[in-house]
């Protein structure tokens, strides 16, 4: 008789389903948010929380489990619930669109697993109690445990306060795995059986005894997590909570690598942190006008601060894709004929269509049903694009950020399309071969293709849900998806296309002309303000002069009640009025060292000449008010119609300047379009001569149309640019002035970039050669210790040791910066600040001759914060003042206190106040050879505690008459 036996499945069959077919940990996080999905939820989150240790959170508002749930469905592998017949309640489904599955095993909550080796999941359902389980995955690892044998932690409590009662209990039934003493007889024997088989075999996460003691000793501080649980409690919208919090607790590496000092990221961090915006950016289909009602989003925790990493509303989405020149918008229909709405160049082309590659695609047994398709480009290169400068900046960004061709089922995408190491339809490939003719490049284009399970039921994702399965109906996708890019490209967008042919000469030779047009107003605006300057500066100094002059013999004039004399000065006044006019300046300097220096200098001159003007109304004013009351409305009315002819005089002169100047225009335009209207004649008129000699008719045509469409071209540019202008002066547009302010913002970027490769490369080197200075000095530490003590009594040990103890000290100015790792918050005094500074800056203090004040009010005050932001802000502050103190005659630097603020002053120069407003903006500077980080660095430092940091421009409030910052520390307290 044939003896009956049955399949055992060893408990590591679940780390294989688990972490074993995951690739990594942003596609685990993408298959629990889709079960979050499943459950019904609109919100689910990723939180990555610094601690010791750290952990992650995944929180849904979900329809949430029971304990029934836990034990009949969760901890039940390939259950039917992920089948098409099992139907969710319309109260599990709050009234929402029913929605299609996305499990298709019922293994997608094994992929936790992969994020840490413990987890706590925490649910409620609404009209039930809440249910927690407790899984440690390490368990799975070992080889030789039955996984019947493997007992999981579930409980069942009516409030979210009775779980830390709880914790130890289920922790407990976790590490009895280890020992089997609440089984049978014969589990106790299997499973101590197979801990000691284990012990000595080598896993990736360490051998079986380590394993062993690692689950032993795992303990979990509940009131470590409780914020995560608060944060879940205030997700609840509804009276009646519901949802899902899943806690992975000591994250795996790719997680940390987020809580990580960004200063020590080296390139499998960086490669990390990519893959989790390449994984999870746009996880639900941004291309769709009809948004599914599922929200996500990626925090960090980290210095005691929240930060977003990923949003569901920051995506590029179907209207900026429409937005773009380059555009295909369609769908293969059931019998695979493909219609999309095309633009290229800017320009709506209509609909086009398109015949699939392979028909029968559509008719096989793996047949497809509707593709949705839409991608989107734009070109590399600005001369060829009809995007603006700024708009083309912007798109190269957002395609760094959100680039590549997305696949998405029923709303969600398929992973790994679209990510930089993802190229399903062999874009970079055909590039490789003709870039001109396949046009397409896959780190430079948008979009989607997108289909449902029940249209396309034979689309399939693989085990490790790391795209789709290779069969018939992947392939036919691809194949039809590939010809819609290389014939579409044919016709529309690459080399051989006769709109590229046609219009791109044209967008060049616009985009060409408008890049001189530019570069000459600038040129332009450059000499004109060079000469405003030249023309006018010595006359400023002399109308200043006798501003000066008219206020001094007015004071006398007052004093002796000489009204006639007053009179006159008033009316010399007027005429210096008149002439300020003319010489205000509203030209904003270029980034010119000399021109800004001289601009400066002019602007100075004419603040003080105004405000000698000022002044002397001032005196004006009042000796009407004390020596005219009888006719002080006569005076009034005087003044008055004095200042109505000034403006009046100076309205006429500027009309008539403008006149002069539109009837030049004028002039020129009249003898322009002369030229225009005979242009075509003097050039084409040959054509209809050639006629008689005998040439072709049709080849005399097509002579005739290309000269008309070189001409065409030429006057569309040439007067479209004056209508534009002449239109927008109607409009009252400042043009010079927004010409200015773009010119001003571009020369500002420029310098931005320039500042931020040099900083990048300053950030390589320091980090290579810290790593390198510390090995250093730990060697010749412990070498200079163990020279002979006869060695250490000469004179040139000592300078030897004096020398390095001072470089160590300065090496050690980095080491409140560095972040990485637990930190503890700390007591801070003014005192400890000054023995810091005093440290670092003792000889330079000293050899530069400042007299450093330090007063007792600042040495008194304490504040709660980490060294690795309260340090280096009065480093950068007090190196400041050192750098602008050597252009000082008197040299003082104080730190006080003053109404709950610290002062750090300085008797320097100061800031200009054109410069207030930057001052703390990334890579501003006006210190020679630097690179505008300190204070940038001091103000975010700040932040980062909510503290703040402001420069004091009103003289009364100042210390000192230089540089004045005051310092508003939070919960600030004093040791008197």
Not at 98 to 124: C, H
Request: hydrophobic share 35%; proline share 2%; aromatic share 10%.
């Amino acid at each position: 008789m044939t003896e009956r036996i049955t399949f055992q499945i060893r408990a590591r069959t679940i780390d294989h389903l688990g972490r074993g077919q995951i690739a990594d940990a942003y596609t685990a996080i993408s298959e629990l948010w889709k079960n979050a999905y499943d459950a019904y939820a609109t919100e689910v989150s990723l939180n990555i929380v610094e601690g010791n240790p750290s952990f992650a959170s995944i929180i849904d508002n979900g329809h949430g489990m029971t304990y029934q749930d836990f034990t009949d469905r969760w901890l039940i592998i390939g259950t039917e619930s992920k089948l098409e017949n099992v139907k969710t309640s319309r109260e599990d489904r709050f009234n929402l669109t029913k929605r299609q599955r996305q499990g298709e095993k019922g293994i997608g909550r094994l992929s936790a697993a992969f994020l840490s080796p413990l987890t706590l999941i925490v649910s409620k359902k609404q009209g039930h109690p809440y249910a927690a389980a407790l899984v440690d995955w390490r368990l799975f690892e070992n080889p030789f445990i039955i996984l019947t044998d493997i007992g999981m932690a579930v409980e069942e409590f009516d409030s979210l306060k009775e779980l830390p009662d709880l914790i130890p209990s289920m922790l407990n039934r976790i590490k009895e795995n280890l020992t089997g003493e609440y089984g049978s007889r014969n589990r106790t024997r299997r499973l101590r059986a197979a801990w000691t088989l284990f012990a000595d075999i080598k896993t990736p996460t360490g051998t079986g005894s380590e394993i062993h003691n690692y689950i032993k000793d795992s303990h979990i501080d509940f009131d470590y997590l409780e914020t995560q649980f608060q944060h879940w409690e205030e997700s609840f919208t509804s009276e009646e909570p519901h949802g899902t919090l899943l806690l992975s607790l000591g994250i795996n590496r790719e997680l940390d690598f987020w809580l990580q000092s960004s200063v020590a990221e080296d390139d499998e961090a960086a490669a990390a942190k990519r893959r989790l915006y390449q994984t999870l950016v746009a996880f639900t289909d941004p291309y769709s006008e009809t948004k599914i009602e599922f929200d996500y989003s990626v925090h960090i925790y980290k210095n005691d601060r929240w930060s977003q990493l990923i949003s569901s509303e920051q995506v590029f989405d179907i209207f900026n894709l429409r937005a773009l020149e380059h555009t295909i918008e369609g769908e293969f229909d059931h019998n695979g004929h493909f219609e999309a709405n095309v633009r290229c160049y800017g320009e709506d082309r209509g609909i086009k269509s398109l015949n699939t590659a392979r028909p029968s695609a559509f008719k096989h047994r793996g047949k497809l049903g509707p593709i949705q398709v839409c991608i989107g480009t734009f070109e590399p290169e600005l001369n060829s694009t009809t995007h603006s400068v700024s708009e083309h900046a912007i798109l190269v960004k957002q395609v760094k950020e959100s680039g590549g061709i997305y696949v998405y089922r029923d709303g969600l995408r398929v992973l790994p399309y679209g990510r930089v190491d993802a190229d399903f339809f062999d874009i970079e490939a055909r590039r490789g071969l003709n870039a001109g003719l396949y046009f397409w490049a896959h780190k430079r284009v948008f979009g989607r293709v997108a289909f449902s399970r029940k249209n396309n039921p034979h689309l399939l994702d693989k085990a490790g849900r790391e795209g789709l399965i290779d069969n018939r109906a992947s392939r036919e996708l691809k194949l039809n998806v590939v010809n819609v890019l290389v014939e579409f490209a044919n016709r529309f967008f690459g080399r051989t296309s006769d709109y590229r042919k046609e219009l791109l000469p044209i967008i060049q030779s616009k985009n060409i002309s408008a890049q001189k047009a530019a570069e000459n107003a600038k040129k332009k605006r450059r000499l004109n303000l060079n000469k405003f300057l030249k023309d006018n500066n010595k006359h400023i100094l002399e109308i200043s002069e006798t501003a000066r002059r008219i206020q001094e013999e007015l004071l006398v004039a007052v004093d002796r009640h000489d009204i006639d004399t007053v009179q006159k000065l008033s009316q010399q006044s007027d005429s210096l009025e008149i002439k300020r006019n003319e010489l205000r300046l509203s030209a904003q300097p270029p980034k010119n060292k000399d021109l800004e220096k001289r601009y400066r200098q002019y602007r100075d001159s004419y603040n003080e000449l105004c405000a000698t003007l000022e002044s002397i109304q001032k005196a004006l004013s009042q000796f009407i008010e004390e020596n005219l009351k009888d006719c002080a409305n006569d005076q009034v009315q005087s003044f008055f119609y004095s200042r109505q002819s000034m403006l009046s005089s100076k309205v006429g002169n500027n009309l008539k300047r403008i006149k002069v100047l539109v009837n030049d225009i004028s002039d020129n335009w009249i003898t322009q379009a002369d030229e225009d209207n005979s242009a075509y004649y003097k050039k084409a008129h040959c054509f209809l001569d050639d006629l008689e000699t005998g040439t072709d008719p049709v080849t005399a045509m097509n002579l005739l149309d290309r000269e008309y469409h070189t001409l065409n071209d030429e006057t569309t540019l040439r007067y479209d640019g004056i209508i534009r202008s002449l239109e927008q002066i109607k409009d009252e547009i400042d043009l010079d002035g927004a010409l200015g302010y773009v010119q001003f913002e571009e020369e500002e970027l420029r310098q931005k970039v320039t500042q931020l490769n040099s900083l990048a490369q300053l950030g390589i080197s320091v980090e290579i050669i810290g790593h390198e200075l510390e090995t250093i000095d730990q060697e010749i530490s412990r070498n200079l210790r163990r020279l002979p003590n006869i060695v250490k009594e000469t004179s040139a040990y000592k300078i030897i040791m004096s020398s390095h103890k001072f470089l160590v000290n300065r090496l050690r100015f980095l080491t409140p910066m560095k972040v990485s790792g637990q930190q503890l918050r700390e007591t801070i005094s003014g005192k400890d600040i000054e023995k810091y500074l005093l440290e670092f800056f003792g000889k330079n203090i000293s050899s530069s001759r400042v007299n450093f004040i330090v007063t007792d009010r600042f040495r008194s005050f304490l504040i709660e914060d980490y060294y690795s932001r309260i340090y280096p802000t009065f480093i950068n502050l007090i190196n400041n003042s050192l750098y602008w103190l050597n252009f000082a005659k008197e040299r003082i630097i104080t730190l006080d206190c003053k109404d709950d603020e610290v002062i750090i002053a300085d008797s320097g120069p100061g800031v200009d106040e054109d410069d207030i407003n930057t001052l703390f903006t990334l890579f501003f500077t006006r210190r020679a050879q630097g690179r505008g980080v300190g204070l940038y660095l001091c103000r975010e430092n700040l932040a980062a505690s909510e503290h703040t940091i402001r420069y004091i421009s009103n003289e009364d409030e100042k210390i000192l008459p230089g540089a004045n910052f005051a310092i508003n520390f939070q919960d600030i307290a004093y040791d008197l």
